[in-house]
């Protein structure tokens, strides 16, 4: 049997246009768009201190995000985006003041935000009840991310065609942290039936009818004359959502950040004497140790088996 001869055009790079595509989809859209302002604050920061891009200017740099505050995510977000846009910088001495800034974090006193909880998710479905497009997407958002208990980047980076009906009901196909793998999340309750707790997959439904959106992107921008804008919905203007809502409902925002509603379903679902095997088949999380931090500190004082049948 002859082999098939398949043509081959290569580009610049020595490779065919086809695994040039494929090399570029190695990062997701999220991850190149935070390293993309990672190495532009490092560039300018080279810039401002008249320093070269070098192993010992890297050094400097998470030094400076470390004294300032900045959290170890941050930092080591800033880390991977720099080596990333230049793999020489990546020298032994930066890993070492890296493992330095993880040795000192651990040290530092926890500041957890509170868990963002059914009872709080309802609260604001019922504040959004203006009529307006806006209040229509932020219904769909809330309730959306709470009910599948996603990620920030899970949630923004939806698309229509991550919508699936099937068994008469709705599922959200979504790509999870540090994966290239889909996940199916299912929507409770059937389009239409509000007697379901937050009723999901109405508000996504609703959003999808007066939105008119049949292709891309399912979360978009809104303008204040309530008119939807062409680009997808970014992290910033997710974080921004989540702070005028909460504010708006007189919740003290400070408290929570927007992975609160993550943390409010894996407390709540507790609560509510929900096993971990079906509260980890809903997060998605591999390990009973990786769900374990999220439990509410309010959880654990009530819970503590010293509390219970002490007499």
Request: glycine share 6%; aromatic share 8%; proline share 5%.
């Amino acid at each position: 049997m002859t082999a098939k001869v398949l043509p081959f055009v290569a580009d610049g790079s020595g490779l065919s246009p086809l695994a040039s595509r494929l090399a570029a989809q190695k990062k997701a859209p999220g991850t190149v768009d935070s390293y993309r302002v990672n190495v532009a604050q490092f560039e300018q920061w080279l810039v401002d201190n008249g320093r070269d891009a070098v192993p010992v200017s890297l050094c400097d740099y998470l030094a400076v995000l470390h004294s300032s505050g900045y959290s170890r995510s941050k930092i080591n977000q800033a880390y991977c985006g720099c080596i990333d846009w230049m793999p020489s910088l990546n020298g032994q001495i930066v890993r070492d003041v890296l493992d330095g800034i993880k040795r000192e974090h651990a040290h530092r006193a926890i500041d957890t935000k509170k868990a963002f909880m059914l009872r709080d998710v309802e609260r604001v479905l019922s504040s959004l009840d203006s009529g307006s497009l806006r209040d229509c997407r932020d219904k769909a958002l809330f309730s959306v991310i709470f009910a599948t208990a996603s990620r920030k980047a899970e949630l923004l980076n939806l698309t229509v065609e991550n919508i699936v009906v099937d068994f008469d009901r709705i599922w959200i196909d979504v790509v999870e942290k540090n994966s290239v793998t889909l996940r199916r999340k299912f929507l409770p309750g059937a389009p239409g039936d509000l007697s379901v707790p937050l009723a999901p997959s109405t508000h996504l439904m609703e959003w999808l009818r007066r939105s008119e959106i049949t292709s891309g992107p399912l979360w978009k921008p809104i303008s204040k004359s309530d008119n939807i804008t062409d680009r997808p919905l970014s992290k910033r203007g997710y974080d921004a959502i989540f702070k005028r809502v909460l504010t708006k409902c007189g919740f003290q925002v400070s408290d929570f950040s927007p992975h609160s509603t993550r943390a409010g379903f894996i407390t709540w679902a507790s609560k509510a004497g929900v096993s971990l095997g079906e509260i980890m088949a809903v997060t998605g999380h591999k390990s009973v140790e990786s769900i374990k931090h999220y439990l509410d500190k309010e959880q654990m004082a009530e819970n503590h088996p010293l509390l219970k049948g002490s007499k």
